[in-house]
């Protein structure tokens, strides 16, 4: 098993564009997550799934959209790349239920400028 | 709502130092309590959680925890350090009841020579 994945490792955008982060896990986990990681402050929740086609919104979501079309796959879109988004995000996956583990793919370093 | 506070964010210690790294949590629900590990430029991995029962939980690795409700902590610790513990250490908690997982802001551990 190849776990969570994600693409690209590095990314550089200017300020207004757009890009999407990609997610795959191979373990048939219903529950999937996005977190960005900024210095100091733990990890963020952005979006999460409880199964495919159901999304729902985290802590921090503004500027970012997501879809769950398959189980494996959870993509994240940035419409209009801002300063303020300048992070390292990462994805991550669990069975269903709290008390379940959360695996965690590599992440993605995006740098806005 | 719940919150995890991590007292310090950054530990120094010498190899083979014991070490303490503090977690505190607030919340009016019962807890499951998690640490994840995280090393450079990787992503987070589990290394121990508490669900029920025993409130003192191990890691394969010489790690141990312990649950206190009466002073909402769960330090982790370990008798004596490695080179290889060098990482950041997150403490995180969510409820039976389901919910999202919430971090708090990590503590760095620099184990020196």
């Known amino acids: 098993n190849a776990g969570v994945t994600q693409t690209p490792k590095f990314r550089i955008l200017k300020i207004g564009q757009s890009m999407t982060l990609q997610c795959t896990q191979d373990m048939n986990h219903n529950y999937m997550y996005w977190y960005r990681q900024d210095p100091g402050m733990g990890l963020k929740l952005i979006y999460y799934?409880?199964?495919?086609?159901?999304?729902d919104k985290g802590e921090v979501p503004n500027g970012y959209n997501v879809s769950r079309s398959t189980t494996e796959d959870f993509p994240l879109r940035l419409e209009l790349a801002a300063p303020s988004q300048t992070s390292v995000y990462f994805c991550?996956?669990?069975?269903?239920?709290?008390?379940?583990?959360?695996?965690f793919g590599p992440g993605t370093r995006l740098t806005v400028l | 709502a719940q919150s995890v506070t991590q007292l310090d964010s950054q530990v120094p210690v010498f190899e083979e130092a014991p070490v303490e790294l503090r977690c505190n949590y607030s919340?009016?629900?019962?807890?499951?309590l998690f640490w994840y590990v995280q090393y450079p430029n990787q992503g987070l991995q589990l290394l121990l959680k508490?669900?029920?029962?025993?409130?003192l939980v191990e890691s394969i690795n010489g790690f141990e925890a312990e649950f206190n409700k009466s002073q909402t902590s769960f330090h982790l610790r370990k008798p004596s350090v490695h080179i290889s513990d060098t990482a950041e250490y997150f403490c995180?908690?969510?409820?039976?009841?389901?919910?999202?997982?919430?971090f708090g802001q990590g503590t760095e551990l620099s184990v020196k020579p």
């Open positions: 919340s009016s629900v019962s807890v499951y």
């Open positions: 799934s409880v199964g495919a086609g159901i999304t």
């Open positions: 991550a996956s669990s069975p269903s239920s709290s008390y379940n583990e959360q695996f």
């Open positions: 508490y669900l029920s029962g025993s409130t």
């Open positions: 995180a908690v969510t409820s039976p009841q389901g919910g999202k997982l919430i």
